[in-house]
């Protein structure tokens, strides 16, 4: 796999990986972070529904928060707008635990840092010599790189994130449009 644009159409050995299809095995997997380090991590068997998540929430969002010594005043939770996110259920747990979370609208791009993380995990994943033999193994390894997440790299996730929205608010929302590096590395203020 390898980006390629209509100027560059050459195939080289060092753009494919092998793939294993079908007994490979995958995995679902539940993780926070923070600007501090990661929370822990969960193999979600089966698919996510509301109850669930809620009992995930209620396992390990404020027990993440804690360890990091965060403060439940200043504490926000981010997630998307999926449906099991935006339950009922969902919602009146985190109003009870007060838990704020952060409001995003619906239809937005995707910039939450953790999807840069499971970018990175699968990256990693992706330089290993063999296959792992089962599920087992592969969450072991999944396991292995999210406790070595280098600390500068979550700061960083963090620090570019509002930078992000205000270039999503600058393009109204379709970062399509927005060339690539077009918003990185303006200050803060310039962008509005």
């Known amino acids: 796999y390898y980006y390629s644009n209509a100027e560059h159409r050459q195939r080289h050995a060092h753009h494919f990986r092998e793939k294993k299809q079908g007994g490979g ?19 979600v068997e089966g698919s996510m529904e509301k109850e669930h998540y809620v009992n995930v929430l209620r396992s390990y969002v404020e027990s993440s928060r804690d360890w990091h010594n965060i403060d439940p005043t200043t504490f926000t939770f981010q997630h998307d707008n999926s449906s099991v996110h935006t339950a009922h259920v969902v919602k009146d747990y985190l109003a009870k635990a007060k838990i704020k979370v952060l409001e995003w609208p619906a239809n937005s791009p995707d910039i939450s840092p953790i999807e840069r993380v499971w970018g990175y995990i699968d990256w990693r994943l992706n330089h290993y010599e063999e296959h792992p033999k089962d599920r087992n193994e592969l969450f072991g390894r999944v396991e292995d790189i999210w406790n070595d997440l280098p600390p500068d790299f979550l700061k960083d996730l963090y620090e570019e994130l509002p930078n992000k929205m205000r270039c999503l608010v600058k393009t109204g929302g379709l970062h399509a449009r927005v060339e690539k590096g077009a918003c990185r590395g303006q200050p803060l203020g310039h962008i509005r």
């Open 25 to 43: 095995g995958k995995i679902q997997v539940w993780g926070c972070i923070t600007y501090h380090g990661v929370g822990d991590l969960e193999w």
